[in-house]
């Protein structure tokens, strides 16, 4: 602190301008950091704008696939068209080709070089005819011959460590399961299979001259070798039709064939007794395939469309029949579907078509998500990676193209985060919010309708109960009240809005909701009586010249109504229990739940409204209170100098006045109701419903990414949908807020001219 | 008479007017109720009820003998419990009052809770030599003293136990609280101090040029220092073993009320008194320190029991450290707004955005910190600066200073809104005399402004202080947990753990009120936890009106110039 300007020491010579300098140059420090902290504050709103946006904008981000063709033709690819099995391991650089022949070859990618090669022992002029991996695990195949037998084989590969920048040495366990004879389903040459393999059971369907067989196999653990033995069971039926597919179902009650005509019939595990069809009369069926999790089918149609289909559970509870329905249709293909080709860990499949036309579709979704033409001549085989990050297509030359994939997210659209969407084992259409469960082959229902409409549910319950409580009491305060009173009431209710939610909700769910739920009838009679009888004190008040006596008590009515209205309360809640005698006869929830057939949560959207209605009053108390008390006494009293009673001068000249500001109250804490999230989170039981039920609870938008958002992973399609749901909120308040605050700026002009 | 008559009243627009005062009335029942309902839930707990001794006969039972303090009463219909399948008489109808009675001994019955119904209660009685025991596990024992072992001797019995006990219990309490030291502050230094070798290695390692062979000065160094720290970790340990045997000496045999005698070890006894016995003044002494042990121990038996001592500081540090940052930042922003920025469209697009981001929801800014803060600059700063503990992250999950950071961006515009009062409060006559004297314009904001808005300033911290400490939902995403092994700040450098995770006051409300194993036994300390949580505030924002009232009084005279 040498020499401060402004304190007068004396300055050698020159001191005085470097220290002008100096304190300039402060200045302009000061400046700058001013101005970049202001900014900041600007910027650190664009900032949770931008960073929202850009977690959720590659939800709505174009897929992308890149055809790559990798140039070789392999010395195993001759005969390509005769390919049998043809698969991509999880990293994308180990793939395996079973030919007719029964030899299977291992080879890298993208070269192409074999690895490994093993052969089944077939028996002369016997050849492979048909092979499928299992759902479950892609290295257990099922291999159906010419000779009317299926091999299972299982393969698995084993990466050991390399030096590095070399590629490592890959080993294949291969062994051919339970004997290596082979397992005879039929006399005739297999025409199809299908194949699962469960952890205790094991499950394989072939069509062989006309004919459907299923063996049903439980598997049994040796305790002493640990040896596992097969004890099976052959079903057979004759078709009387030309199959074309065979689909097993993920859960092992039935079997689906396809025939030419485009019928789908489905057969009774384990007896193989018909059940239902279903025709779909779209001419030729060209492919038919499960999809993953093995409840929907896809059926290729030769005009190049595409069907899903899945059995669904009738209305009736306790029936529990299924039959087959035709859920929905994707945009088609340029000619008939050659091949189907599902995802393992998504419901998503890919398409192509006989002119070279691929399709990548999401069934729940129920679109298509990108179209594009495959390089080169018409395709052999197809192979997902379970990652689906790339497709490998084998085309009938031998040649390789590799094609690569960018599609994170494709069972999130706008209808399907909006719209209703009809799940598999669902009965119909609907709108679902349920992103985990315990089973493996679930599959994630992302519908943010619920949540919406739990949020605007809470809201408007807890505005039903605000605004009338907040707006009453803001005029009185604003216009009647004794002004000593005011000064106290006015920060008393203002604490209210200071007063932490999670005490709210705390007392909401652990005190109100058993309150309520014990005293039901008492909440709809303190509705009733408590304002009519404040009413009928008012009047006798009046009536009884009491009014003329207590005339220093005007401006202070409500403190002498704090007494009468605990008074009525205590009366109100005395009568329910003879009052809800008297109507229902007998409790007035049990007669909900059993006459009125209402179910009644105890945490409900009453105990919501209230307590959050409790947490807005103070909010649009206080914006319209200042709205109110701004309003100009000129105005006022000019009109009660031309004989307007006060009840008049208020309602024709200060509300309309007013108004504005009691608009932007409401807006703000509209905005407040919507995003508050630890009553919702407390006070109701938080199940994503659809009703509007006064007795049921609901989830909100806040709520839901409090609950989900600590345990989903990052960038994955759950942790974008609650990015959605809180940029959602965020644009909402934004647009509230902004009109609010608009109005209130106008509202201000107003006053200032005034 | 005229203005007695109903519809001309009614006319009048009167009743409106009453049930707008109506409104207000509702509006103040509502926050004292409320006040009232935390702080008589949550103050009641503490005082040393009275044990009863009941005898109860109810239909269909073998009479028994129960000892235990009445935890609540109400009245349910007869018709309801029937439904229950409790057996009532059939001549009992309409409302029966039932008890729940606190039994204590989980370990003997199984259960901490009973209810009982009034009309079955046979006898009542308080004696005087009840004696109600608090543990450190399986909750409270309610019984009789009988005698008192040590070494598994016989020392004491009859009447004269309850003098020794308390000498005895002084003595375990001094046992426990060294115990206490050296488990969780001398040994978890240790482990801390070791885990960081470890690290400080690994990071030795990966520098290491490929094919040099582990060793050298450094590693020498680190041996060291090891070997020293295992020494301490003995010795501490080898303490240990000796301070549990000592504790142990010593047990305490008691009786139920049904005559059961159970023996428990004094080690695990934390306090014990007669409150049949006391007179007011012990009672109000023994309240005192309940509420005491309250706020300043940490929780036991699953958040359960004990105090909340960790949330507290939990809360306290993390708003401390939110008023830091967000104080300077509001405050420049502020200063922006009023004193340079050009009134304009884009002051108004600054205050609009400042209004925006009040009322964006709490838990947006905490998607915000979960996402931007903690995986996109935590995990950057893992990348760079704590590689070694990776895939263990340090910054890349939830913590202290993400916390605050999220709850400064949050409460800033309370501080911008808040300044900005203050400093339109000043009159310009105040700025033109300072510039006409010749100082720069930082000089007259520096030495002029601020001092005259520093109570606006203030009263903006203080709100936003009040706002953060009541906030929970975004902290759920940015690094609150339900039980701290540590806390953030302890004696091993760097002192202040802005990494590690927290207890928050309003969190430990949710936790344990929501998803606590025994809802009934927490319950009462859920609402002392509340109420401790509204006082906070409350405190906070009164003095923040207080400050503003003043501020208002101070400049009136210069407004009025």
Redesign the interface.
């Given at each position: 602190m040498n020499a401060h300007p402004l304190s007068g020491v004396s300055l050698k010579p020159g001191d005085s301008d470097r220290l002008r300098a100096r304190r300039q140059r402060r200045d302009r420090i000061a400046h700058r950091v001013i101005m970049l902290g202001g900014l900041s504050v600007v910027a650190a709103m664009l900032l949770i704008l931008g960073y929202l946006l850009w977690v959720v904008l590659p939800l709505a981000g174009a897929p992308e696939a890149q055809a790559e063709r990798l140039g070789v033709k392999p010395a195993w690819s001759e005969e390509a068209g005769e390919t049998r099995l043809f698969a991509v391991d999880e990293r994308g650089d180990l793939g395996l080709r079973l030919a007719r022949d029964g030899s299977f070859r291992f080879f890298r990618l993208p070269g192409g070089e074999v690895v490994a090669e093993e052969r089944l022992p077939l028996g002369p002029e016997e050849t492979v005819r048909r092979a499928r991996a299992a759902d479950a695990d892609p290295g257990r195949v099922a291999v159906a011959t010419s000779a009317g037998r299926v091999f299972l084989v299982s393969y698995d590969f084993d990466r050991q460590p390399a030096a590095p920048g070399a590629l490592p040495p890959v080993a294949v366990a291969f062994t051919v399961a339970y004997g290596g004879e082979g397992r005879f389903f039929s006399r005739r040459a297999i025409d199809d299979l299908d194949y699962d393999d469960a952890q205790d059971r094991l499950l394989i369907a072939v069509l062989a001259g006309g004919e459907l067989v299923v063996e049903q196999a439980e598997k049994r653990t040796d305790f002493l070798t640990g040896e596992v033995r097969l004890e099976s069971g052959l079903a057979r039926r004759n078709l009387g039709f030309t199959p074309r597919g065979v689909v097993l179902d993920g859960n092992h009650r039935w079997v689906t064939v396809g025939d030419a005509t485009g019928r789908l019939h489905r057969f009774v595990l384990p007896g193989l007794e018909p059940l239902d069809g279903l025709d779909l009369e779209r001419g030729e069926l060209t492919a038919l395939q499960g999809l993953a999790g093995g409840v929907s089918l896809l059926v290729g149609w030769a005009d190049g469309s595409i069907s899903q289909v899945f059995p669904v559970r009738d209305d009736d509870p306790a029936g529990g029949t299924y039959t087959l329905q035709h859920i929905r249709d994707f945009d088609a293909l340029d000619a008939p579907v050659t091949h189907l080709l599902p995802e393992s860990r998504r419901r998503g499949f890919a398409a192509v078509s006989e002119r070279g036309a691929l399709g990548l579709y999401h069934s729940t979704a129920g679109r298509q998500v990108l179209e594009t033409t495959l390089p080169g001549s018409a395709t052999a085989a197809l192979a997902f990676p379970p990652r689906a990050d790339q497709l490998l297509q084998l085309d009938v030359t031998g040649e390789l193209t590799r094609i690569r994939i960018d599609n994170p997210h494709p069972e999130v659209s706008f209808s399907t985060l909006w719209r209703a969407v009809w799940y598999e084992n669902y009965p119909a259409p609907g709108y679902t919010w349920q992103s985990t469960a315990a089973n493996d082959d679930f599959e994630p229902k992302f519908s943010l309708t619920p949540l919406a409409l739990g949020t605007f549910k809470a809201s408007l319950y807890a505005m039903l109960f605000a605004v009338p409580v907040a707006l009453l009491g803001a005029t009185y305060t604003a216009v009647f009240m004794a002004p000593a009173l005011r000064r106290k009431v006015k920060p008393a209710i203002e604490l209210m809005a200071a007063l932490p939610t999670v005490i709210l909700g705390f007392l909401a769910g652990l005190w109100l909701a058993p309150f309520i739920e014990e005293n039901l009838a008492g909440l709809f009679s303190l509705m009733l009586l408590v304002p009519a009888g404040l009413l009928a004190f008012a009047y006798l008040w009046h009536a009884s010249g009491l009014k003329q006596r207590f005339s220093g008590l005007r401006g202070w009515e409500p403190l002498l109504l704090i007494p009468v209205m605990i008074g009525l309360a205590v009366l109100a809640l005395w009568l329910a229990g003879p009052l809800q005698q008297a109507l229902v006869g007998g409790d007035l929830r049990e007669w909900l739940s059993q006459e009125a057939g209402i179910s009644y949560d105890q945490r409900n959207a009453i105990i919501v409204g209230i307590a959050m209605g409790f947490s807005i009053i103070p909010i649009i108390f206080s914006i319209a209170e200042d709205a109110l008390y701004a309003v100009p006494t000129t105005l006022s009293d000019g009109s009660l100098a031309l004989g307007a009673t006060r009840w008049q001068s208020l309602i024709r000249i200060v509300l309309p006045t007013a108004s504005p500001g009691i608009f932007s109250g409401l807006m703000i804490g509209l905005g407040r109701a919507v995003g508050e999230t630890m009553i919702v989170l407390m006070a109701t039981g938080n199940t994503p419903i659809m009703g509007w039920s006064a007795f049921e609870g609901m989830r909100t938008l806040a709520a839901n990414i409090a609950i989900e958002m600590p345990e989903s992973s990052v960038a994955s399609t759950h942790f974008r949908v609650l990015f959605l749901s809180a940029l959602v909120l965020f644009v909402f308040t934004f647009v509230v807020n902004t009109v609010a605050e608009v109005i209130r700026q106008r509202l201000r002009e107003r006053y200032a001219s005034l | 008479?005229r203005?007695?008559d109903?519809r001309q009243?009614f006319a009048?627009?009167?009743?409106?007017?009453?049930?707008?005062?109506?409104?207000?009335?509702?509006?103040?029942?509502?926050?004292l109720g409320?006040l009232l309902?935390?702080a008589t839930r949550g103050l009641a707990h503490f005082w040393p009820s009275p044990v009863e001794e009941w005898l109860v006969d109810a239909p269909g039972e073998a009479p028994r003998v129960l000892m235990g303090q009445v935890h609540r009463s109400e009245w349910v219909?007869a018709?309801?419990l029937r439904e229950a399948g409790i057996e009532l008489p059939d001549d009992v109808g309409g409302e029966v009052r039932r008890h729940l009675l606190k039994i204590g001994n989980r370990d003997v019955a199984g259960q901490d809770f009973t209810w009982i119904l009034d009309r079955n209660i046979r006898d009542r009685s308080r004696p005087l030599n009840a004696l109600v025991v608090e543990r450190t596990q399986w909750g409270r024992f309610i019984g009789r003293l009988v005698g008192i072992r040590e070494a598994g001797r016989l020392v004491s019995l009859g009447n004269e136990p309850w003098p020794e006990l308390q000498e005895r219990l002084d003595r375990v309490t001094d046992l426990r609280q060294r115990i206490d030291e050296i488990e969780r502050r001398e040994m978890t230094s240790v482990n801390y101090r070791l885990e960081r070798l470890r690290l400080e290695e690994i990071g030795l390692n990966r520098s290491r040029a490929p094919g040099e062979v582990a060793g050298g000065p450094a590693f020498d160094r680190l041996a060291e220092e090891r070997a020293v720290l295992q020494r301490r970790f003995d010795a501490l340990a080898g303490e240990l073993a000796v301070l549990f045997q000592e504790i142990r000496r010593d047990s305490l045999l008691l009786a139920t009320a049904a005559g059961d005698e159970v023996e428990v070890s004094l080690a695990v006894v934390l306090d014990a008194w007669r409150p049949n016995a006391m007179d007011r003044r012990q009672r109000f002494s023994h309240y005192g320190e309940q509420l005491w042990a309250f706020v300043s121990e940490p929780p036991r038996e699953a958040n359960t029991a004990g105090g909340i001592y960790p949330a507290l500081f939990g809360t306290v540090l993390m708003v401390i450290l939110m008023s830091v940052f967000v104080t300077?930042?509001g405050v420049?922003?502020a200063?922006?707004?009023r004193?340079?920025?050009t009134q304009g469209w884009f002051t108004?697009?600054?205050?609009?955005?400042?209004?925006?981001?009040?009322?964006?929801?709490?838990?947006?800014?905490?998607?915000?910190g979960?996402?931007?803060f903690i995986?996109?600059v935590g995990g950057g700063i893992d990348q760079l600066f704590f590689s070694e503990a990776l895939p263990a992250p340090t910054f890349g999950t939830g913590g202290l200073f993400w916390a605050s950071l999220t709850l400064a961006?949050l409460t800033?515009p309370v501080v911008?809104v808040s300044t900005e009062e203050g400093l339109t409060r000043i009159p310009r006559s105040v700025r033109e005399g300072s510039m006409a004297?010749?100082?720069?314009?930082?000089?007259t904001?520096?030495r002029t402004i601020l001092p005259m808005a520093s109570p606006g300033i203030m009263t903006g911290v203080i709100l936003a202080v009040?706002?953060a400490?009541?906030?929970?939902?975004p902290l759920?995403?940015v690094g609150v947990v339900k039980l701290a092994p540590s806390l953030p700040l302890d004696g091993d450098f760097p002192y202040l753990h802005l990494d590690r995770k927290f207890m928050h006051l309003?969190?430990h409300?949710?936790d344990v009120?929501?998803q606590s194993p025994n809802?009934e036994a927490a319950?009462p300390l859920?609402y002392a936890t509340?109420l401790l949580?509204?006082l906070i505030?409350?405190v906070l924002?009164?003095a923040a009106?207080a400050i503003r009232n003043r501020l208002r009084e101070r400049y009136r005279d210069l407004e009025a110039q």
């Open positions: - | 008479m203005r007695s109903p009243w009048s627009g009167a009743p409106w007017i009453w049930l707008q005062a109506a409104a207000v009335s509702l509006s103040l029942v509502m926050v409320l309902l935390v219909s018709e309801r300077p930042l420049i922003a200063v922006y707004l004193e340079y920025a108004r697009f600054v205050r609009i955005s400042v209004n925006n981001l009040a009322g964006v929801p709490s838990i947006v800014y905490g998607v915000f979960l996402g931007f995986y996109v961006l800033l911008i004297l010749g100082a720069t314009r930082w000089e904001l520096w009040a706002r400490a009541g906030e929970v939902a759920m995403l309003g969190f409300i949710y009120g929501f809802v319950r859920v509340a949580l509204v505030t409350l924002n009164l009106i």
